[in-house]
T-cell receptor, first 114, second 110 residues
Framework: DTAVSQTPKYLVTQMGNDKSIKCEQN?????MYWYKQDSKKFLKIMFS???????INETVPNRFSPKSPDKAHLNLHINSLELGDSAVYFC?????????????FGSGTRLTVV | DAKTTQPNSMESNEEEPVHLPCNHS???????IHWYRQLPSQGPEYVIH???SNVNNRMASLAIAEDRKSSTLILHRATLRDAAVYYC???????????FGPGTRLSVLP
């Protein structure tokens, strides 16, 4: 069983479209995150949720909206996609909001906007 | 945020030990030193972390300088599967998110 799973693994879409990426963790963790890895390979935090509540929202365009229906799921919806949104998006989870015991990452969703 | 400095890349031969350095001269007393690695086309994975004392686990060892201004991740016998980008990250336990730098790209030669 995959601990943190993301779907889809690859997503190719046109500019202006709206798309969603789903993330599920079966670890019983309380906190989930979205990270973005751009073409220069830097990993940057976007959002973190603790028990379905938003606790971190970095400087991300409001076209990006996370949704956490329960603490095992954190989905990322992106409106009006732009070329610059092309990147690999990683979901992660940790057992506590302080992340004392480390993060478990998913294998990523490669988004390509054309 | 406390910053870390790592070499951009390193090379190792298979089955030899690898020492990956990390400088963190502005580390504060409450910062833990975390190491993650990212294999090609995968998400980062936890390797090891420590505060003051050296740490060992099944994956690696972490040697922390007495003044804590630097640390070294030690892979005792590199395998081809260890080729990855290794990230050294400072983080306290007050809810900071992990901030990933560019890391060190480790190549392992057969």
């Amino acid at each position: 069983d995959t601990a943190v799973s993301q779907t889809p693994k690859y997503l190719v879409t046109q500019m202006g479209n709206d798309k969603s990426i789903k993330c599920e963790q079966n670890l019983g963790h309380d906190t989930m995150y979205w990270y973005k890895q751009d073409s220069k390979k830097f990993l940057k935090i976007m959002f973190s949720y603790n028990n379905k509540e938003l606790i971190i929202n970095e400087t991300v365009p409001n076209r990006f909206s996370p949704k956490s229906p329960d603490k095992a799921h954190l989905n990322l919806h992106i409106n009006s996609l732009e070329l610059g949104d092309s990147a690999v998006y990683f979901c992660a989870s940790s057992s506590t909001w302080t992340g004392d015991y480390g993060y478990t990452f998913g294998s990523g969703t490669r988004l390509t906007v054309v | 945020d406390a910053k870390t400095t790592q070499p951009n890349s390193m090379e190792s031969n298979e089955e030899e030990p690898v020492h990956l350095p990390c400088n963190h001269s502005t580390i504060s007393g409450t910062d833990y030193i975390h190491w993650y690695r990212q294999l090609p086309s995968q998400g980062p994975e936890y390797v090891i972390h420590g505060l003051t004392s050296n740490v060992n686990n099944r994956m690696a060892s972490l040697a922390i300088a007495e003044d804590r201004k630097s640390s070294t991740l030690i892979l005792h016998r590199a395998t081809l599967r260890d080729a990855a980008v290794y990230y050294c990250i400072l983080r306290d336990n007050y809810g900071q998110n992990f901030v990933f730098g560019p890391g060190t790209r480790l190549s392992v030669l057969p």
